[in-house]
């Protein structure tokens, strides 16, 4: 499968650059209404693209079941081990078509910018190249440039068309991201090399079982992210792998890097301040490919990388101050579940609209981040002793999780639009100043109701499924902190009935008397694919829940 | 399967028994709500619901929108209610039924291996059955209610769009084939009940109530939610049948130790009952969740009866009897062996069946009395279930719907009818009258006491935007006290509310509410002559419930209808005639008929001379829903101890109440013969409702917000978490300026400055003499310490967390 000779995921990983490049060399004389819908014709071939790929993954998975499907490998770095190696499962499938299906929305939704609409068009694409490339890499070193490329254009949409404070919360958000990305970084190198440190009698071993070794050579150095889950955690009680220090200490290191780089990204609290600031200053699009497509980078990358690298690390029993007998997993878990609950609360308090969403995300992030560590306490159990105790909750968390992933992009991304709509009108984000908007903009009123109870996770949207599931798999596995979480899930119901009611209930405030408050034709465009998509999930599933569910249960060997 | 199939076979036709109200819904949404400007201050928007802004245009719903939306609503709940016919008349005839049902289903979710996912699926057992008479009538008759009594009204459009989405969510609860279906259908009520009980949002009583309704069903659901999960986790399945129907997944539920508190003896089964009995708490309004239902009568009152009667909290006991079999897992009732969650049922219900009934005698909201008569009536039902009286409390909540949607659309046909009266003295006699009314209806001293709590009153805190047209208008057309007389006026309302009380009340032989009740007394009694503990709590405490409720339906009848008119708004209520006159009172009547009629079916064998005529084959209803349980109940043996005391509670409340309220009615500016014979503490206390409202708010409400704004997000995000961020960036910067000022010593200084080197030292001296080099040294120096703290302190941990 090849677009012009270029296999079809090397393609979708260009294209959104090309597009951009396109948007930009657009004369500005050509007028800004030219950039905007070039941009957006653009963009809906993007999402042709994607909406294709994950078809052809369907279509491929039933067929011919296996780990990976559209897999391109050629050599790069030969000396490093590192080569352009991009592949798809049913995890990076589901994120794919997310990423597709946003990034013409948060065009549509750019219409509104006037200042340097090029740039901003072309920031939005650019940014989808970012994403694509971490959900379909299959190497960790372009995994990682990638994760990084992707922080550029959102600082910028950020520090550019942002709102009054853009400064601070665009410096914050990258000196944060990329503080966390140095941790990662060496520990990419650590374990890129430590590989050759593998003993060959292991790794021949591991070749006769394991495909994704074959044309591996024991001895070098590899990034490749099927050879890495295959050997890293095998390499066990050697000596001096790296400096000198024990292989324990390496691997505890490396398991540091990723897991707080990935935390500040999911964001696991309490690495979440940079959140709110971000969201709240960032324009509509912004916030929407923030919410929707940057936060799953990092839930993606604990599904992806840390938890088949390190099956050992999650479970290792840590004793934490003398009492607590925990693990890695186990901390996970607890900080999701403060995130569910103290974000929930946070979000109670906020007066932003912006920020209040902003906060949601942390509520609902937790969520996923609680799946993560049942299905990383599971995988590490069943490395060490070959069965864990309970797969099939760990294969429902981690779907959970999943699903949670997914149904956030719509949601969020909904509630930012609705957010950037009323604001983009009113010039206001202060809930206190609004008031009974429901008369003057009826459709927006359903709108914003409808997208708030997605986002609330109403059974029958898609907002439950994930939420539903997560609890499902966590509640046998870490019982009391399911319990404790679900003050969260209560919480939740009262901020968003605080932003309702702030928004459209009570009388109407007659200082917005003669403004237009009724959502545009164009906003309605932008967010109706959403709504759709929400009652689809939320009724029937399985159209994309078949998918996850293969690679999840495939990854957790249920 | 194609078509034909589909719609012939009744395992498969239940799935269009909602669809029919939710794709009303839906039409409504898209299609047919339209509506057209208007000068908010005009006719068709501004009433005491409508706040009239100046110079502001509003959206009215068109002629032909409001029709449109009518036509489609009443076709979706008709074709509703015939689908559902359908498949009763079918379940009828069928042999063996309940041991055979009629399902169907698919793979809804893929989780695991094939064959693990989750099934959905629709059911249609005896009990399924019996809810299939019930709800769809009952809604049937709200929508031709909501016909008439939402006419005026500027949104009808919307209000039928939500009805019909809360009878599919009903009817989709109902139809449920497990546990995770009945709870998608349990939520989007409770998001209906929400938007319906704040569909008037312009006020703020009405949008307070409606956050109220919704957080605190939301408390029971959350805890509700973990039930299911644990249920699912433990069995691998939320299918009733499969759970319900099967002995080993029971037994293996009741003999699995719970996965908390399980070291106190309490069986997986047993919490995960209470997980879902809380639930049903919330649900149903049983103390201690109970706040939200009286409060939820800011909606219109189509919602009210739908909330009350047809749907909602009947949904929580529904939920309750569906997942009896899981409450009942290692006891049995029958033998006195009682489990953990059929005892927290039987306390909880009996509790509020007499908590309820209390406060019920001091409301003057005629709407109100209602909503706490509710809350009683559905404790009777749970404490019903707690005793094991499965029949008895199935059998109630049948009964219960139907006499008690009655009461709350003649209540609204009353309020419509003062509503009336108020135009008409708002009309003809000018504002005079209307103050006059006012000074009227505050002028017994406790009347007015009482209305600083009530919610109504909240109306007037919002004046700040557009609302000044309605500054000092009080008059309260749901305020008993402003009645009197209405049966002269309203003769249909009179005796259909006079039907739908005494059969509240349980009026002995004749009437369906004395049936139902008596059973459950029946069930109790059974119990206490065996000697066991909680059923002679429970038939204590609803003997005296019943004999309450019997007084307080009595004293709101006799505050309504009898005597003079107390004020001239009441001198003037009416239905008038036409449309909305037909369509609020034909519903009435054919509740009322049930009300009465529907009580037959469950005439014990050995009741005298009646359990001949009605019961000759056994009792009809229980023989009907037996079969739904795996082990049917078993029939209690008759006594008449129980049906004397139902004679003697329902009698005695009524003569109380009449003595009080008929014998001499009240007058204008009299006050409530109550406070005579109770103490005016005692009275006040029951007319606050206990103050829990009170309680929560500073117990729950207010700490919590302040939890929100103090603590989580100012000191936590703000000041501890971002306060360390913001100190790590501010050290990087010092660092930086560090090498900043090293760059321009040592680089440049070597650089350039060599040749200057030596003109220079005299002046570099003495700079280190004005103490700036050691003030960055000691920075170093603490710079290094922290980084060196940081590095032993951390790994510790990391040898640890390496398995060191």
């Not at chain 1, 009054?164 to 890129?192: C, D, E, V, W």
């Not at chain 2, 049995?332 to 009682?338: C, S």
């Not at chain 2, 809350?375 to 049948?398: D, K, N, R």
Request: glycine share 10%; charged share 10%.
């Amino acid at each position: 499968m090849s677009i012009l000779g270029i296999d079809i995921l090397t393609f979708l990983v260009i294209y959104p650059a090309l597009a951009a490049l396109v948007v930009l060399l657009i004369p500005s004389s050509a007028g800004k209404q030219i950039a905007r819908y070039a941009a957006l014709a653009l963009g809906l071939v993007f999402t042709a693209l994607t909406v294709s790929v994950f078809s052809q993954y369907q279509l491929l998975q039933i067929n011919d079941p296996q780990a990976q499907q559209l897999v391109s490998n050629t050599p790069w770095f030969t000396v490093l081990g590192a080569s352009w190696h991009v592949g798809l499962d049913g995890i990076s499938a589901a994120m794919v078509l997310l990423t597709g299906i946003l990034t013409p929305l948060a065009i549509i939704i750019s219409f509104e910018i006037e200042e340097r609409v090029n740039m901003h068009l072309a920031l939005v694409l650019f940014f989808a190249t970012g994403c694509i490339g971490v959900f379909v890499a299959q190497d960790l070193m372009i995994f990682f440039l990638f994760y990084e490329l992707s922080l550029v254009p959102m600082y910028f949409l950020i520090n550019q068309w942002g709102g009054p404070n853009r400064k601070y919360a665009s410096t914050k958000f990258f000196i944060y991201s990329m503080g966390g990305s140095l941790g990662m970084l060496l520990a990419t190198q650590l374990i890129g090399w430590s590989i050759s440190q593998v003993p060959a009698d292991i790794v021949s071993a591991a070749q006769a079982t394991n495909p994704a070794l074959a044309s591996y050579i024991a001895g070098r150095p590899s990034f490749d992210m099927g050879v890495i889950s295959a050997l890293w955690p095998l390499l066990q009680g050697v000596q001096g792998v790296f400096l000198g220090i024990s292989v324990e200490t390496v691997k505890a290191l490396a398991f540091l890097g990723f897991f707080i780089a990935f935390c500040i990204k999911v964001p696991i609290w309490p690495f979440h301040t940079w959140l709110p600031d971000a969201h709240g200053e960032a324009p509509t699009a912004g916030s929407m490919l923030l919410a929707g497509v940057m936060l799953k980078l990092g839930a993606y990358g604990f599904l992806r990388l840390v938890i088949p690298f390190f099956p050992d690390v999650w479970v290792a029993p840590i004793n934490l101050l003398g009492v607590i007998q925990t693990n890695w997993a186990g901390i996970l878990a607890f900080l999701s579940v403060l995130g569910v609950v103290l974000g929930a609360f946070s979000a109670l308090a906020q007066n932003d609209i912006k920020r209040l969403v902003a906060y949601s995300s942390v509520n609902h992030m937790g969520w996923v981040g609680l799946g993560i560590a049942v299905a990383a306490l599971a995988y590490g159990q069943s490395f060490l002793t070959g069965a864990a105790s309970d797969v099939q909750s760990a294969i429902i968390a981690a779907n959970g999780a999943v699903m949670q992933m997914f149904n956030h992009g719509l949601s969020s991304a909904g509630m930012f639009l609705l957010a950037g709509a009323i604001y983009h009108k009113t010039h206001t984000r202060d809930l206190r100043e609004y008031g009974g908007f429901w008369v003057k903009a009826p459709i927006y009123g359903t709108i914003f109701i409808f997208t708030s109870m997605a986002s609330l996770g109403l059974p029958g949207l898609n907002g439950f499924i994930g939420e539903f599931l997560v609890v499902r798999g966590a509640y046998p596995v870490f019982t009391v902190l399911t319990v404790l979480a679900m003050i969260g899930l209560l919480f939740t119901g009262s901020y968003i009935l605080k932003g309702i009611r702030a928004v459209l209930h009570g009388p109407f405030n007659m200082h917005w008397k003669d403004y237009n408050l009724e959502i545009e034709v164009r906003e309605v465009i932008a967010i109706a694919p959403l709504m759709a998509l929400m009652l689809i999930t939320g009724l029937f599933p399985n159209w994309i829940l078949e998918v996850i569910n293969a690679t999840v249960t495939r990854m957790m060997g249920g | 399967m194609n078509l034909a199939e589909f719609l012939s076979s009744p395992n498969t036709l239940p799935w269009l028994i909602p669809a029919g109200p939710l794709l009303a819904f839906a039409i409504i949404v898209l299609i047919t709500n339209r509506g057209r400007l208007v000068p908010a201050a005009s006719h068709a928007y501004e009433d005491h619901n409508h706040p009239g802004y100046k110079g502001l245009f509003v959206p009215v719903v068109t002629d032909w929108g409001r029709v449109a939306s009518i036509i489609v609503g009443m076709s979706g709940i008709i074709a509703a209610w015939l689908i559902s016919l359908s498949i009763v008349g079918q379940a009828f005839a069928k042999q063996d039924f309940g041991k055979k049902v009629f399902e169907s289903g698919f793979e809804w979710m893929s989780l695991g291996a094939p064959g693990s996912g989750f099934h959905m699926g629709v059911l249609v057992d005896p009990l399924t059955t019996i809810m299939l008479v019930m709800v769809p009538l009952a809604c049937t008759m709200i929508f031709i209610y909501a016909i008439g009594y939402m006419a005026h009204d500027p949104r009808q459009a919307r209000f039928f769009a939500l009805i019909s989405l809360f009878a599919g969510a009903m009817l989709t609860l109902v139809v449920a084939d497990n546990l995770l279906l009945l709870f998608v259908g349990w939520e989007v009520m409770g998001l209906c009940s929400y938007l319906l009980i704040g569909f008037w949002y312009e006020k703020p009583s009405a949008y307070k109530a409606a956050m109220k309704a919704f957080t605190t069903t939301r408390v029971a659901d959350v805890i509700m939610m973990l039930g299911i999960v644990y249920l699912y986790a433990q069995t691998g399945t939320l299918s009733f049948r499969e759970i319900m129907y099967n002995e080993e997944v029971l037994a293996g539920l009741a003999g699995t130790p719970a996965i908390l508190f399980g070291s106190f003896g309490l069986s997986a089964a047993g919490l995960i009952g209470i997980f879902l009995i809380i639930g049903t708490v919330g649900k149903s309004a049983q103390f201690p969740l109970h706040v939200w239902l009286p409060d939820a009568m800011e909606g219109p009152t189509p919602v009210s009866a739908m909330i009350h009667a047809a749907a909602m909290v009947s949904a929580g006991v529904y939920a309750t009897i569906r997942m009896f079999p899981v409450f009942e897992a290692g006891g049995h009732p029958h033998e006195g062996i009682l489990t953990a969650p059929l005892i927290f049922m039987a306390v909880v219900g009996a509790f509020t069946a007499i908590f309820a009934a209390t406060i019920a005698v001091a409301q003057n909201d005629v709407k109100k009395v209602l909503a706490y008569s509710t809350i009683s009536q559905l404790g009777f039902m749970l404490a019903a279930l707690g005793m094991g009286a499965y029949v008895a409390a199935t059998f109630h909540l049948i009964t219960h719907a139907f006499f008690k949607a009655l009461l709350f659309m003649a209540s609204g046909s009353v309020i419509h009818g003062m509503e009336h009266g108020q135009h008409h003295v708002h009309e003809h006699a000018g504002h005079g009258h209307d103050d006059h009314a006012h000074d009227d209806a505050h002028a017994p001293a406790v009347a007015h006491a009482a209305h600083g709590h009530d919610a109504h009153h909240d109306d007037h805190g919002h004046d700040d935007h557009a609302h000044e047209a309605h500054a000092g208008h009080h008059f309260d057309p749901q305020d008993m006290m402003n009645m009197g007389g209405l049966r002269k006026t309203m003769p249909v309302t009179f005796v259909t509310f006079l039907i739908g009380g005494l059969s509240l009340a349980g009026f002995p032989l004749i009437t369906a509410g004395f049936w139902s009740k008596d059973e459950i007394l029946a069930d109790a009694w059974y119990g206490i002559t065996n000697g066991w503990g909680v059923h002679a709590l429970v038939f204590i405490l609803l003997a005296a419930a019943a004999f309450l409720t019997a007084f307080y339906t009595m004293r709101q009848l006799g505050l309504t209808f009898w005597g003079e008119p107390r004020t001239e708004e009441a001198k003037h209520a009416n239905l008038g005639q036409g449309v909305v006159s037909a369509t609020m009172t034909l519903p009435l009547i054919i509740l009322a008929f049930f009300a009465v009629f529907a009580g037959f079916v469950g005439v014990h064998p050995d009741f005298p001379i009646l359990g001949g005529i009605f019961s000759a084959n056994g009792i009809p209803f229980k023989n009907f829903l037996g079969p739904t349980l795996l082990v049917k109940p078993e029939l209690i043996p008759f006594s008449i101890v129980p049906v004397l005391t139902s004679f003697v509670v329902g009698l005695g409340g009524l003569y109380v109440g009449w003595l009080l309220y008929w014998r001499k009615p009240l007058v204008a500016g009299e006050a409530d013969p109550l406070t005579r014979i109770i103490p005016a503490n005692v009275y006040n206390l029951l007319k606050n409702k206990y103050y829990v409202d009170e309680l929560y708010d500073r117990v729950f409400i207010r700490p919590s917000q302040a939890f929100a704004n103090a603590f989580a997000y100012v000191f936590l995000d703000k000041r501890l978490i971002d306060g360390f961020l913001h100190l790590i960036a501010r050290v990087a910067v010092w660092i930086g300026d560090l090498f900043k000022v090293l760059n321009l010593w040592l680089i440049d200084g070597v650089g350039d400055g060599i040749p200057e080197f030596i003109a220079m030292f005299g002046r570099w001296f003495r700079r280190i003499q004005t103490g700036r080099i050691q003030q960055y040294l000691l920075l170093v120096a603490i710079a290094a310490i922290l980084i060196a703290l940081v590095l032993v302190a951390s790994s510790g941990v990391l040898v640890q967390a390496a398995g060191g």
